[in-house]
């Protein structure tokens, strides 16, 4: 055992010494069952420190904190793998085909019932707006087929 444990050991024997209600003498291994063995390491390290404080050492600090670096978050030059469009089957978007515009009053929407008819701002066979989240992506023709209306894209819109 080293000496400064053996002289830390015997001040902590000495400064656990405590006087029962009966006043007699308590033994710090008395008192040190009642106590965790984390709790008598801590003391011990506080013990070490006061010593090598009293006795001019420096306590050993802990070790100094570095800079986080981040790797280089540039695009990869050589990246030429495309990814399937397979990827896209699962995504959600609001698709909305607008085939023309018209300003209303309330009282003249109220009004209206099935069989109504609204004149919109495009005369038939102009073009419909595609329009896909909120932005115009192509333009169309509206056709029927099967009994179904269809748009065919004739035109895509650049960004």
Sequence with gaps: MDPKDELNREGLDKAVETRSPRGDATSASSVAEGLDSDDIEQLLDQATESLE????????????ATPFTLGDLKPEADR????PIDL???????????LGRTLMRLD??????SG????LDKLA????????NGRLIARG??????DNFCIRVTELVGA
């Design 141 to 146: 023709e509206v056709l029927v087929m099967n």
């Design 125 to 132: 066979g102009d073009p419909v707006d595609v329009y896909v």
């Design 88 to 98: 896209l089957g699962e995504v959600e978007m609001d698709l909305r085909i607008e």
């Design 116 to 119: 109504s008819v609204v004149a």
């Design 53 to 64: 404080q009293a006795a001019g050492e420096e306590a050993p600090n802990e070790p100094a």
């Design 80 to 83: 030429q793998t495309r990814q």
């Design 108 to 113: 003249e929407v109220l009004q209206l019932r």
